[in-house]
């Protein structure tokens, strides 16, 4: 029907570009039983030659479409390159830099020659890569300016400038670990895909075991939940059991590691954990398994 | 505050179809966010408005069409609708629901006009 005046013109396909069809409304007369031609059938009643007309244009377009492209892209070339990437995602506070740092100086003791670089999102400042940098790891900071998220074109261009990118290109390495650290947010890096192969939820457990169901689309989005600063549990109420049983509630397939980053304890099962995922470019996470999410 | 990002988004892939189809500005812009999107509507819509002006949606009307999410139950393997994360399974009670689809945020179709207003 024609969005101007109702009329009962069919509109003629228009041409589709990248899936878009374009309904163009034609306001020809309608021919009655009798042939006679009728130009004001319409809801308007009435068709003037010359009046801008409207036409309808089927975009059926994915918003985050430009973002997904950007990641599957992201995607493809950290696999090209044996690089397994991980999303650690949290609110400010969490201890992601802490653990990122203590994880790279195990790392070094576990598995000496193993290549790894770190993007560092914040919205300013260098603070947390030059404390990544201070442990001898490669980091490429990330200002956002007001941005709250990273998304996939800061990290594709982050890559480029890092080592862990030119060592492979010389085909120095097959294996190598890519740690991203999210804007501190708990909210807007969940709709973001970078690329990675699994998102990294950080809770420390001074915020609280209520977080997965306040923020359930972080917990929703992650594969991993680390509850991380367990050396603090004595001083603060902390319910483990509850707080796993919220983000599984929100994630019934996320799995989750204790781990305190200044100890040391529960360093190890998350080294295994980091140290076993594929590089399969197929990975799927959690909400990517049943969805299309990513 | 992503909801910023997706209008800048939402915008630029309009003025991208605005030069393909070349039509001069959009009476009437209609769009999808599933419930389990991330994505608040309200504030999309703010977003988009403070957006609109001396851009090809001047002036154009907004609807957003809220489409639930669905899931899945790990329980009773029942397929279910849901509005959040925060849900019990609505058969059987138990909070094993895994999430399935109510992820999009898209921009569903435009109504146009070739002339300025």
Redesign the interface.
Known sequence: MCVICGCNTEPDSGDTDGGERTSRVSHAPVATAGGDLHYGAGAAGVSVMGVSQARVIHMEADVLGENKRLANQNRAHFAAHGVRAFNLVSSPGSGKTTLLCASIKALDTRRPGLSLAVIEGDQQTSVDADRIRATGAPAIQVNTGRGCHLDAQMVGDAFARLDLHAAAHHGHSADSLLFIENVGNLVCPAMWDLGEDAKVVVLSVTEGEDKPLKYPDMFAAAMLMVINKIDLMPYVSFDVSRCIGYARRVNPGIEVLLVSATTGEGMDAWLDWLLAQPSTPGRRTATEAFGQRC | ??EV??AG??LR?VEE?AG??H?QRV?HLR?EIGA????EPQALRFALTAMMPCTCLEGGEITIDEIPGTA?C?HCAASVEIQ???EPCPRCGS?????????????????????PL
């Open positions: 505050m992503h990002s997706m988004g939402i892939m179809a393909r189809e039509f009476s769009l389990l999107a991330g994505v899945r790990l959040s994360y925060l909070f094993t629901l895994q999430a399935t689809g109510g992820f999009e945020v898209r921009i569903v179709d435009l109504v146009v006009f070739d002339d």
